[in-house]
């Protein structure tokens, strides 16, 4: 029986039929909500009664601060046992952690440039700026000036620089 499928329009009606039903509740609930609202404020907020002598209004004042008061003075209590009990809370969860002993967390592998990283050892209010580049040598270039008179048979030239002897002496030009 357990593998019969219950057909589509007994489905619908079943499920119609719990919608309704929460529905109902629903309105149930906001129902009795509301009456206990007006219970809970019948109860401790009694109907005011405005007296019609000063007296009596002042009367009415002197009564109303003293209800403030108790009130203030409750709420401070119940405040500071709540500020002691999170206090010990948190001590608890302290003493805790230190009997559990403390795991330190793998660290990550972060790239950085040599700037950041200078920057977080130093602070932020150092500005570092690592130039590599000023550090380097400056190679001036000399400009090779051929008289013209050195210049001699461009046959001779090309048999010079003709076979390993012309390259070596094409690298002793260069580096001199």
Not at 123 to 135: E, F, I, Y
Request: glycine share 6%; proline share 2%; net charge positive.
């Amino acid at each position: 029986m357990a593998d019969k499928k219950m057909s589509s329009s007994r489905r619908y009606h079943l499920k119609s039929l719990m919608l309704q039903i929460a529905q109902d509740r629903l309105k149930q609930e906001k129902l009795d909500l509301v009456t206990e609202r007006e219970r809970y404020m019948d109860e401790h907020c009694p109907s005011l009664s405005l007296p019609y002598g000063v007296q009596e209004l002042q009367d009415l004042c002197k009564k109303l601060h003293q209800t403030i008061d108790r009130i203030d003075e409750e709420r401070y209590d119940l405040q500071s046992k709540l500020t002691k009990g999170t206090t010990e809370v948190e001590d608890l969860r302290i003493k805790v952690i230190e009997l559990k002993g403390m795991k330190k967390p793998a660290l990550k592998k972060v790239r950085m440039s040599a700037d950041q990283m200078l920057q977080a050892l130093l602070g932020s209010k150092h500005k570092v700026n690592l130039d590599l580049r000023a550090n380097l040598k400056q190679v001036k270039k000399e400009v090779k000036v051929e008289a013209a008179d050195q210049v001699g048979d461009w046959r001779q030239n090309i048999e010079d620089k003709a076979g390993m002897g012309g390259r070596k002496k094409m690298f002793e030009g260069a580096e001199a």
